[in-house]
T-cell receptor
Framework: DAGVIQSPRHEVTEMGQEVTLRCKPISGHDYLFWYRQTMMRGLELLIYFNNNVPIDDSGMPEDRFSAKMPNASFSTLKIQPSEPRDSAVYFC????????????FGQGTRLTVV | AQSVSQHNHHVILSEAASLELGCNYSYGGTVNLFWYVQYPGQHLQLLLKYFSGDPLVKGIKGFEAEFIKSKFSFNLRKPSVQWSDTAEYFCAVNAPGSGNTGKLIFGQGTTLQVKP
């Protein structure tokens, strides 16, 4: 398996624009997670899905953020409208329902909002 | 609420020096514990994990960690670092039982710089 695949790797956008980040989890994994990494707050969980259903979105900072998982092999994180403080690295991770395996992370999307 | 504290924010070592990075967590129940590494510009990779059993866990690239339940600690060690170990290291905790090992609370990270 190619691992967790995220796109784009880098995104630069102007304030107010819509941004969509994409993630393809590892095939067969039933959990998908979106994390955000910033200098100020470190790594924090935004939302996660189990079998394509959002389970916990308490980490989503504002209504401007939304995430979907239309099928087992694809998820999106959308920011609309984007603001400079949204600049961060966004990681997607996936894991298998198990008591002894870890989560696998994608390469991340570095978002810069100017 | 669970939290993870990494004591060292920035560590600078010379090659061949020994490494110990501290990690403490706050959670009253049983936990799964992880150390992830992030090389410059790359994604997080698992170094090692503890779920149960032997509290001394060996990971990749010569790293090991010891779970001390009474101290709520999971310190990372390596006897002799190399320049290629320059990276950011994250300790993370997860509450087990649900089969969901990806819902992680991360520490703030420790940046390790190894001088050749």
């Amino acid at each position: 398996d190619a691992g967790v695949i995220q796109s784009p790797r880098h995104e630069v956008t102007e304030m107010g624009q819509e941004v969509t980040l994409r993630c393809k989890p590892i095939s067969g994994h039933d959990y998908l997670f979106w994390y955000r990494q910033t200098m100020m707050r470190g790594l924090e969980l935004l939302i996660y899905f189990n079998n394509n259903v959002p389970i916990d979105d308490s980490g989503m900072p504002e209504d401007r953020f939304s995430a979907k998982m239309p099928n087992a092999s694809f998820s999106t994180l959308k920011i609309q409208p984007s603001e400079p403080r949204d600049s961060a690295v966004y990681f997607c991770a996936s894991s298998l329902h198990s008591t002894n395996t870890e989560a696998f992370f994608g390469q991340g999307t570095r978002l810069t909002v100017v | 609420a669970q939290s993870v504290s990494q004591h060292n924010h920035h560590v600078i070592l010379s090659e061949a020096a020994s490494l110990e990075l501290g990690c403490n967590y706050s959670y009253g129940g049983t936990v799964n514990l992880f150390w992830y590494v992030q090389y410059p510009g790359q994604h997080l990779q698992l170094l090692l994990k503890y779920f149960s059993g032997d509290p001394l866990v060996k990971g990749i690239k010569g790293f090991e960690a010891e779970f001390i339940k009474s101290k709520f600690s999971f310190n990372l060690r390596k006897p002799s670092v190399q320049w290629s170990d320059t990276a950011e290291y994250f300790c993370a905790v997860n509450a087990p039982g649900s089969g969901n090992t990806g819902k992680l609370i991360f520490g703030q990270g420790t940046t390790l710089q190894v001088k050749p």
